[in-house]
């Protein structure tokens, strides 16, 4: 079974809204990261928040980090047309592999 | 922009036919990936390789096989192509560096066998 599962599986909101998604993982980890994918392209890298570390932040993006509730949140603030995509999280344990959850897909409408 | 390419970004083929997807990177990353992924689905991990002449079979067994001969290059080939192996095949690498994790990917290849 996956490692991660984001909730929820969809979301919709308005353009200049803030959107928010949940990640929750099974295992211990030694990060996690956030991806972007464009429907029908490849994935894009957006942020990696380590064990150690509780909240990043890059530009518009804010990621927390609860390991005690294996669980992780996405936050885009200001949200615009072009963020529409699905968004990923993914773990690594141990070997360096990437485990991907499900994947929330996140549409802002203009 | 990743400077990670694959071809072709789509295909249709019959049953029965043997199918190569090229990935290759130019950034000189040692770990190379390949994701199956069906639409609006997870990513499955089903090859990854650590270096040339290493592969290993991922999280999701598949029929394909990989190989890498060179550091940039690592192809898939599926010998006798199916209708099940329909999907959305993805390639990805990664530093060797300790303690660097990113991915990056490129923009897929969608097969379709009928």
């Known amino acids: 079974s996956q490692q991660g599962e984001e909730d929820p599986q969809a979301l919709s909101i308005q353009e200049g809204e803030n959107a928010t998604m949940n990640c929750s993982y099974k295992?211990?980890?030694?990060?996690l990261q956030w991806y972007r994918q464009n429907s029908g392209r490849g994935l894009v890298h957006l942020i990696l928040?380590?064990?150690?570390?509780r909240e990043k932040h890059s530009g518009r993006l804010r990621v927390t980090l609860d390991t005690s509730k294996k669980s992780s949140s996405l936050l885009i603030t200001a949200s615009r047309a072009a963020d529409t995509a699905s968004y990923f999280c993914?773990?690594?344990?141990?070997?360096?592999?990437?485990?991907f959850g499900t994947g929330t897909r996140l549409t802002i409408i203009p | 922009e990743a400077d990670i390419y694959q071809t072709p970004r789509y295909l249709v083929i019959g049953t029965g036919k043997k199918i190569t997807l090229e990935c290759s990177q130019t950034?000189?990353?040692?770990?190379m990936y390949w994701y199956q992924q069906d639409p609006g689905m997870e990513l499955h991990l089903i090859h990854y390789?650590?270096?040339?002449?290493?592969?290993e079979k991922g999280d999701l067994s598949s029929e394909s096989t990989v190989s890498r001969i060179r550091t940039e290059h690592f192809p898939l080939t599926l010998e006798s192509a199916r209708p099940s192996h329909t999907s959305q095949y993805l390639c990805?690498?990664?530093?060797?560096?300790?303690?660097?994790?990113?991915?990056?990917f490129g923009p897929g290849t969608r097969l379709t066998v009928l």
């Open positions: 950034m000189g990353h040692d770990k």
């Open positions: 993914a773990t690594v344990f141990g070997n360096e592999k990437l485990t």
């Open positions: 990805a690498s990664s530093s060797d560096r300790p303690s660097t994790d990113t991915q990056y």
């Open positions: 928040i380590r064990s150690n570390e």
């Open positions: 295992t211990s980890i030694n990060n």
């Open positions: 390789s650590y270096g040339v002449n290493s592969t």
